[in-house]
């Protein structure tokens, strides 16, 4: 189908580059297709910058009336289901947005106490069940694994269909780092995106998914620099460090922030997560020496980008928000984006979006 899309009333002049790019790009075939997206150990470069080019033609084509209702007819043959038994609010709504944008129909559970789970019914049978009336399930997850299990099972049924990790426990959440990973080089669009940069993470990083997924994609860019800002007790894990070492990537660990803020291109911090709590550790920590506020603000680089992945709780302060380093409200809002990306690319629907864009 052939959407004519008339620009919005309100112009840029990179806005208006980016569509006549779009309209004479040539359709691309399906380089490799994504059966399931479990861990971001399974992205190379060439798929990330893949990404991160279909995320801003689809959030271009977007921006008008036509282009949305061109969009919407592009997977209007497909469900999805939305298996969220752990709490969310961006990544559910997100993905749940992304869905609606492409038209596909969607389903959830968010509660396994309203599943035949309940009574009994094991995880298995539940993804099969699933598995009968949608042609995609998302699925979160306190569970580590529960995600490559259910591709593992589906992968032996006569209904093979893709599953799309949206957070395991503390151990991954590869959406996340792909959205991560477009905020950053969108951020970093003037000074040759990720490629040589300082990446500072800091909070949790023992538990935080979101950490441990983006350090796994430092691989695919040259020369950068990790340095983890956290306490003793939460620092990054040694099978993150491990990875880091394998792939001759530079990173230091400090407790000390100030020593440190002046010499990074970004800061991607993140709370306790005190949800993993076993006895009340997270409170022992003095969250003031691992903050972002007004203070700190003052020793970031005025090129510098300050990333959370949010909820927010004391360590990022709301001053920081009309701060143009501030970057945290935009990559909410690229995660919509980029998720519309991944579910393009998990139904091999790339050719015929770029055909809706001529
Ligand atoms: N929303 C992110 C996650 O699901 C970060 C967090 O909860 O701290 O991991």
Redesign the pocket.
């Known amino acids: 189908m052939n959407a004519s899309v008339n620009p919005p009333d309100k112009l840029d002049d990179e806005w208006i580059a980016r569509r006549e790019d779009l309209r004479h790009r040539p359709a691309r075939s399906d380089r490799r297709s994504l059966t399931h997206l479990l861990d971001p150990r399974q992205f190379d470069r060439e798929f990330l910058d893949e990404m991160c080019d279909l995320t801003t033609d689809i959030r271009t084509l977007a921006k008008t009336r036509e282009g949305l209702n061109a969009l919407r007819s592009l997977l209007s043959h497909k469900r999805a289901m939305l298996y969220f038994t752990?709490p969310?609010?961006?990544?559910f709504l997100s993905f749940n947005n992304a869905c609606h944008i492409l038209g596909i129909r969607t389903s959830e559970i968010r509660d396994s106490s309203t599943s035949s789970e309940v009574k009994g019914e094991s995880i298995e049978d539940s993804i099969r069940t699933f598995s009968s009336y949608v042609d995609v399930i998302i699925m979160?997850t306190a569970e580590k694994g529960l995600a490559q299990r259910a591709a593992q099972l589906l992968d032996t049924t006569p209904r093979p269909l893709p599953i799309i990790n949206a957070?395991s426990g503390k151990d991954q959440?590869p959406t996340?780092a792909l959205l991560d990973i477009y905020t950053l080089e969108r951020s970093f669009s003037d000074s040759g995106g990720i490629d040589g940069k300082t990446i500072g993470m800091m909070g949790d990083l023992a538990r935080?998914?979101?950490v441990r997924s983006l350090c796994y994609l430092m691989k695919n860019y040259r020369d950068v620099k990790l340095v983890f800002v956290a306490p003793h007790a939460f620092g990054m894990e040694p099978d993150i460090k491990q990875h880091l070492a394998d792939h001759e990537i530079p990173f230091r660990e400090t407790t000390e922030l100030d020593a440190v803020l002046g010499d990074l291109d970004a800061i991607y911090v993140?709370?306790m997560?005190s949800e993993h709590d076993i006895d009340g550790e997270s409170a022992l920590v003095d969250l003031s020496r691992y903050s972002i506020g007004p203070e700190q603000l003052e020793k970031i680089k005025p090129s510098g980008v300050v990333m959370h992945?949010?909820?927010r709780g004391p360590e990022l302060h709301p001053d920081v928000d009309n701060d143009p380093r501030a970057k945290y409200w935009r990559q909410e809002r690229n995660g919509m984006w980029m998720r519309a990306a991944v579910l393009t690319k998990v139904f091999g629907a790339e050719r015929e979006f770029y055909e809706l864009c001529r």
Do not use: Y
């Not at 969310?88 to 990544?91: A, G, I, K, Q, V």
């Open positions: 752990q969310s609010t961006r990544t979160r957070g959440h996340q935080g998914r979101t993140t709370r997560q992945p949010l909820p």
